[in-house]
């Protein structure tokens, strides 16, 4: 049995067979829902999964014509998708406890991914949807024109939107917590001062949630479609904002991993950037 759970502890399920895929997507939506690079998908027959808790608590977004996606209203963790249908029920990776049992089997909608990720590993890739999941290319998004000094972030839906100057840093995290937040392998997380940050639309859309036993820890979402969005901590002086969720380009590229000591089991660090067990000592 593998259990799943989000940030808060609000939503929790179980899966009670075997897992039979997983995969990375790289897929615009998927980036902006998770505020990450990529998301990982489980997914198991739908007659292996049940709710424990929080059913009640999921918030969902149609996305498309093809797709509705799920997530927690109390912490934007994204939720399980459920396809009685097909057969199937798919979870993100990043919410799961221990070790799933599986690894991941290729990259998907490779020929949308983040000009900002390379992929290091070597793992199938396919441009849009395996042929074997059905085919496809997926729906396309608006772009938006790169300014001059300025990284520009959005949500899912669009409604709510940011921008950011001159950036300090940028890190892969591995952490337990941010792995939840993001429901994803792990997040890439770039900072700035609140100085060089605006909200240029939606601000009052934005809810924020902290972990309670957490000294700073916490992240943002869009309450219209979960969308992971920038957050302001006042308390440090500085702006956390979901690479996954840029628009343009920020002119800067990660610099390191952190926290790998307790990165997930299933995922291997393959690129040649830095490893921190924590933080770095700078």
Request: hydrophobic content about 35%.
């Amino acid at each position: 049995m593998t259990r799943g759970v989000c940030l808060c502890g609000a939503l929790e399920y179980q899966f009670t067979a075997p897992f039979q895929m997983m995969m990375h997507c790289h897929c615009s939506m998927c980036r902006k829902h998770h505020g990450a690079m990529f998301a990982t998908f489980v997914a198991a027959p739908y007659s292996a999964f049940r709710w424990v808790r929080g059913e009640d608590a999921l918030e969902k977004f149609k996305s498309s014509e093809h797709g509705v996606r799920s997530y927690c209203r109390q912490c934007g963790s994204v939720g399980p998708t459920l396809i009685p249908e097909s057969g199937f029920a798919f979870a993100p990776a990043g919410n799961l406890d221990g070790d799933p049992g599986i690894r991941p089997q290729g990259h998907m909608f490779a020929g949308s991914k983040s000009a900002l990720y390379e992929i290091t590993d070597s793992l199938p890739q396919y441009a849009a949807v395996p042929p074997d999941f059905g085919g496809g290319t997926g729906v396309a998004r608006p772009t938006v024109e790169q300014r001059e000094g300025v990284a520009d972030g959005s949500c899912l839906c669009g409604d709510v939107a940011y921008e950011v100057r001159a950036p300090m840093r940028m890190y892969h995290c591995h952490c337990s917590r941010c792995r939840r937040a993001r429901s994803a392998a792990h997040t890439t997380n770039m900072f700035s001062s609140i100085a060089d940050f605006s909200f240029t639309r939606g601000e009052h859309l934005v809810k924020e949630y902290k972990v309670p036993e957490a000294a700073r820890f916490g992240v943002s979402f869009c309450t219209r479609c979960g969308g992971k969005v920038a957050r302001v901590s006042r308390e440090r002086g500085t702006v956390v904002v979901p690479v996954g969720a840029l628009d343009t380009n920020p002119g800067m590229l990660p610099q390191a991993n952190i926290f790998v000591a307790s990165k997930a089991p299933w995922f291997d660090i393959t690129d040649a950037l830095p490893q921190f067990a924590e933080m770095p000592p700078t």
